[in-house]
């Protein structure tokens, strides 16, 4: 008798491939197939809890519509095609633009879902083969601002502590975070700390699932952030709470802060909080020994986003809040590697690790490093995602999508959708057919983060190993090695790489603040936090604590006003559309919605609509309504609830024919942020909607 065959099983530790907190988890593999997620206990980051998202996360993997062959468009319909033929079309058409139209003439657009390796191959290649700068990812849509505004305040555009740190807390200020949906295991260290006692503030104009742990939960008006937090920093100025001598050592600019505060020593009929509760928070937050503030989209994607992260920074130096344990300015980033993507210069100014491109030393530098000739790297910033967007057929005429769906994320999906069918050429790599793909004309199939090697970096700076546990489907292919196989037809050098690492190894040359994270010491289940130097350095979890990222070293307070949104409610849009994210969903859904359980869970979008409101209108729970606004309609099902306030409406980000086809493109001007949490609709009713 044969002896049964006993299948082979093997646990791969990779991280999530969903938000920010890059928790570390096991895959299951059994004959060669991902068929679960088990916990990985030594994990400092989430010691060995996942979110529903993170306990879901392999299901999408084997799905039976993955994209597995590359696909051209031919007489308005897609052939399969081999890699060679699909390469060759590709390299010829983006040669031939940019021979033709030069440098200006392309958009690269780089997603924050993948890992560094490829966000740092994808920007290389555009600037190494097009001398473009017109190079940007998806943290422009999310967290553009914190980037632009940390780096103003402190000199460096990151987190500034850990997670975990929260637990040395003695105060946690969440202003426009809404944690426990959006980064379920960050939320838990601040459920962790409330259980020890620190207490907890929550500004939201929404009563979130993150405001029901607060213990003090205050509603403001929508986009007021600075009204308010000027009015804080007017009382603890005026009440002596601020920090006189962290202020004098350690940055500029006080004088220009307390002018303008002064002004706003009672804004309640901006952001509608009365003046003692002002009092209340502004006194809690100056007089905790150690406080830390925690923000995300509600402080960022707006038309004052930027100025809205500096109000933060303000805040922290105004009482000696950073540089230590338990305080600090920490932005909670929702996607796996937006960090990572900012971090490998796959942005319009920067090459990896910030360094500028408008500086002729960096630039000559990168050249040599490069191999390129000297002057050839460009001085000029490039467009920004949604610049592109808007520049699609003067100046752009080709561009290249990687693994983003900007049809349904980015606002005002009628408008993209217009200006994608402009372009003469574009190419979509991604893992699934997506909205985007149709405006496409070479859609390439890469991978799942279960199928390749790399590293993603978290919010906290942590960067955290990705490993291949199964091969991909069909002719896809790991998506590094699509740019090395184009790179190879476009006739580079320096590209011929053999694997993740060989890149990474690349990047640590080339950047000084991670040249000491080789992949041997990213091994540790505590991983490196940059900034990490050299091979000895342990890494800074930790930032600004003798002095400031800033070249003098100084922290600069920024006196700053109030500027209402781009659009605000009128007689004819009457409601302010606020948007956010759901815990069983990621971003546009192409992995979550092909998840059984997240599926069943919401599987369409709804909006939050307040009980007087409903009642006027006369709108039951769960009935369909329309929502309209100057860029286009919806009909989502409505959910009514005193979560939301009257005159507000709440809607998540990922549903296709949501939020997005009536968000606004406003910019803002530091960031180009567009306004994607505010804008102005109106209501009706639909007959027979219930
Ligand atoms: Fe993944 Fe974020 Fe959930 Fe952790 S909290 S399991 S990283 S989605």
Same mark, same amino acid.
């Given at each position: 008798?044969?002896k049964?065959?006993?299948?082979?099983?093997?646990y791969?530790?990779?991280?999530?491939?969903?938000?920010?907190?890059?928790?570390?988890?096991n895959?299951?593999?059994?004959?060669?197939?991902?068929?679960g997620?088990?916990?990985?206990?030594r994990s400092?980051?989430?010691?060995g809890?996942?979110?529903p998202?993170?306990?879901t996360?392999?299901?999408?993997?084997?799905?039976? =519509?993955?994209?597995?062959?590359?696909?051209?468009?031919?007489?308005?319909?897609?052939?399969?095609?081999?890699? =060679?033929?699909a390469?060759?079309?590709?390299?010829?058409?983006?040669?031939?633009?940019?021979?033709?139209?030069?440098?200006k003439?392309?958009?690269?657009q780089v997603?924050?879902r993948?890992?560094?390796?490829e966000?740092?191959?994808?920007?290389k290649?555009?600037?190494?083969?097009?001398?473009?700068?017109n190079?940007?990812?998806?943290?422009?849509?999310?967290?553009g601002?914190s980037?632009?505004?940390?780096?103003l305040?402190?000199?460096?555009?990151?987190a500034?502590n850990p997670?975990? =740190?929260?637990?040395?807390?003695?105060?946690?200020?969440?202003? *426009?975070?809404?944690?426990? /949906?959006?980064?379920?295991?960050?939320?838990?260290r601040?459920?962790?700390?409330?259980?020890?006692?620190?207490p907890?503030?929550?500004?939201?104009?929404?009563?979130?699932?993150?405001?029901?742990?607060?213990?003090?939960?205050v509603?403001?008006n929508?986009?007021? &952030? +600075?009204?308010l937090?000027?009015?804080?920093?007017?009382?603890? +100025?005026?009440? *002596?709470?601020?920090?006189?001598e962290?202020?004098?050592k350690?940055?500029?600019?006080?004088?220009?802060?307390?002018?303008m505060v /002064?002004?706003?020593?009672?804004?309640e $009929?901006? &952001?509608?909080?009365?003046?003692?509760?002002?009092?209340?928070i502004?006194?809690?937050?100056?007089?905790?020994?150690n406080?830390?503030?925690?923000?995300?989209?509600?402080?960022?994607?707006?038309?004052?986003?930027?100025?809205?992260?500096?109000?933060?920074?303000?805040?922290?130096?105004?009482? *000696? @809040?950073?540089?230590?344990?338990?305080?600090?300015?920490?932005?909670?980033?929702?996607?796996? @590697?937006?960090?990572?993507?900012c971090?490998?210069?796959?942005?319009?100014?920067?090459?990896?690790?910030?360094?500028?491109?408008?500086?002729?030393e960096?630039?000559?530098?990168?050249?040599e490093?490069?191999?390129?000739?000297?002057? $050839?790297?460009?001085?000029w910033?490039?467009?920004?995602?949604?610049?592109?967007?808007?520049?699609?057929?003067?100046?752009i005429k080709?561009?290249y999508?990687?693994? #983003?769906?900007?049809?349904?994320?980015?606002?005002?999906?009628?408008?993209?959708? %217009?200006?994608?069918?402009?372009?003469?050429?574009l190419?979509?790599?991604?893992i699934?057919?997506t909205?985007?793909?149709?405006?496409?004309?070479?859609? #390439?199939?890469?991978?799942?983060?279960?199928?390749? =090697?790399g590293?993603?970096?978290s919010?906290?700076? %942590?960067?955290?190993?990705?490993?291949?546990?199964?091969?991909?489907?069909?002719?896809?292919?790991?998506?590094?090695?699509?740019?090395?196989?184009?790179?190879?037809?476009?006739?580079?050098?320096?590209?011929?790489f053999?694997?993740?690492? /060989? +890149?990474?190894?690349d990047l %640590?040359?080339?950047?000084?603040?991670?040249?000491g994270?080789?992949?041997? %010491?990213?091994?540790?289940?505590?991983?490196?936090?940059?900034?990490?130097?050299?091979?000895?350095?342990?890494?800074?979890?930790?930032?600004?604590?003798?002095?400031?990222?800033?070249?003098?070293?100084?922290?600069?307070?920024?006196g700053?006003?109030?500027?209402?949104?781009?659009e605000?409610?009128?007689? /004819?849009?009457p409601?302010?559309?606020?948007? *956010?994210?759901?815990?069983?969903?990621?971003?546009?859904?192409?992995?979550?919605?092909?998840?059984?359980?997240?599926?069943?869970?919401?599987?369409?979008?709804?909006?939050?609509?307040?009980?007087?409101?409903?009642?006027?209108?006369? +709108?039951?729970?769960?009935?369909?309504?329309?929502?309209r606004?100057?860029r286009?309609?919806?009909?989502?099902l409505?959910?009514?609830?005193?979560d939301?306030?009257?005159?507000?409406?709440y809607?998540?980000? &990922?549903?296709?024919?949501?939020?997005?086809?009536?968000? @606004?493109?406003?910019?803002?001007?530091?960031?180009?942020m567009?306004?994607?949490?505010h804008?102005?609709?109106?209501?009706?009713?639909?007959?027979?909607?219930?």
């Amino acid at each position: 008798m044969s002896k049964p065959s006993v299948p082979s099983l093997k646990y791969v530790q990779t991280t999530c491939p969903y938000c920010g907190v890059g928790c570390t988890l096991n895959l299951v593999v059994q004959d060669g197939k991902v068929t679960g997620v088990q916990p990985y206990r030594r994990s400092p980051i989430n010691e060995g809890k996942l979110c529903p998202k993170g306990m879901t996360c392999h299901e999408f993997v084997h799905s039976p =519509d993955r994209l597995t062959k590359p696909l051209i468009k031919k007489d308005g319909k897609f052939v399969e095609a081999s890699w =060679d033929e699909a390469l060759d079309l590709v390299a010829k058409k983006f040669k031939e633009t940019s021979d033709r139209h030069g440098p200006k003439s392309l958009g690269f657009q780089v997603s924050c879902r993948t890992p560094n390796e490829e966000c740092y191959i994808m920007q290389k290649l555009a600037r190494v083969a097009f001398q473009t700068n017109n190079v940007d990812n998806c943290a422009r849509i999310c967290h553009g601002p914190s980037v632009a505004g940390l780096s103003l305040s402190f000199g460096s555009g990151a987190a500034t502590n850990p997670f975990e =740190d929260v637990l040395n807390s003695d105060l946690i200020l969440m202003w *426009g975070s809404n944690a426990v /949906e959006a980064h379920p295991l960050a939320g838990r260290r601040v459920a962790q700390a409330k259980k020890k006692g620190t207490p907890i503030i929550v500004i939201d104009p929404r009563y979130s699932p993150t405001a029901r742990l607060a213990d003090d939960w205050v509603r403001f008006n929508p986009s007021t &952030h +600075i009204a308010l937090a000027n009015s804080m920093m007017y009382w603890i +100025i005026k009440e *002596g709470l601020h920090d006189k001598e962290f202020i004098e050592k350690r940055t500029k600019g006080f004088d220009d802060l307390k002018k303008m505060v /002064e002004k706003y020593a009672d804004a309640e $009929s901006i &952001h509608g909080v009365p003046l003692e509760k002002v009092k209340d928070i502004a006194r809690k937050y100056a007089t905790a020994k150690n406080a830390v503030i925690i923000y995300c989209l509600g402080i960022t994607e707006l038309t004052t986003g930027t100025d809205n992260v500096r109000s933060m920074g303000n805040l922290s130096m105004l009482t *000696g @809040n950073i540089g230590r344990e338990g305080v600090g300015v920490n932005p909670l980033r929702g996607q796996n @590697n937006v960090q990572g993507a900012c971090d490998m210069g796959a942005y319009p100014n920067v090459y990896s690790g910030y360094q500028k491109c408008e500086v002729p030393e960096i630039r000559k530098k990168m050249e040599e490093l490069w191999g390129m000739e000297a002057g $050839s790297l460009p001085d000029w910033y490039g467009s920004t995602l949604t610049e592109q967007i808007n520049e699609c057929g003067d100046p752009i005429k080709a561009m290249y999508i990687f693994a #983003l769906n900007p049809v349904v994320s980015y606002p005002d999906s009628n408008h993209v959708m %217009r200006q994608l069918d402009k372009l003469d050429f574009l190419v979509v790599q991604d893992i699934f057919w997506t909205e985007t793909c149709e405006h496409a004309d070479v859609v #390439l199939p890469g991978c799942s983060f279960a199928e390749k =090697d790399g590293t993603f970096t978290s919010g906290e700076r %942590r960067i955290n190993r990705v490993r291949k546990a199964v091969d991909p489907p069909g002719d896809a292919k790991e998506d590094w090695e699509i740019f090395v196989l184009l790179a190879e037809k476009l006739g580079l050098k320096g590209f011929d790489f053999k694997s993740p690492e /060989e +890149i990474w190894d690349d990047l %640590r040359r080339v950047t000084p603040s991670m040249a000491g994270c080789s992949y041997a %010491r990213l091994e540790k289940p505590e991983s490196l936090h940059w900034p990490c130097p050299t091979e000895d350095h342990p890494g800074t979890p930790i930032l600004h604590r003798e002095k400031f990222a800033a070249a003098d070293g100084l922290g600069t307070f920024f006196g700053l006003e109030y500027r209402p949104p781009a659009e605000v409610a009128d007689a /004819e849009y009457p409601f302010t559309l606020m948007t *956010g994210r759901l815990i069983f969903h990621y971003h546009t859904r192409t992995q979550t919605d092909r998840s059984k359980i997240l599926h069943y869970e919401v599987p369409e979008g709804y909006v939050q609509i307040n009980t007087e409101d409903a009642k006027r209108l006369k +709108i039951a729970d769960g009935e369909r309504i329309k929502l309209r606004s100057r860029r286009g309609e919806s009909l989502p099902l409505a959910r009514v609830t005193d979560d939301v306030a009257p005159g507000v409406l709440y809607m998540a980000m &990922h549903f296709p024919n949501g939020a997005n086809m009536l968000t @606004n493109t406003a910019l803002d001007p530091l960031s180009k942020m567009p306004e994607l949490k505010h804008c102005a609709v109106s209501v009706e009713k639909i007959e027979g909607g219930n």
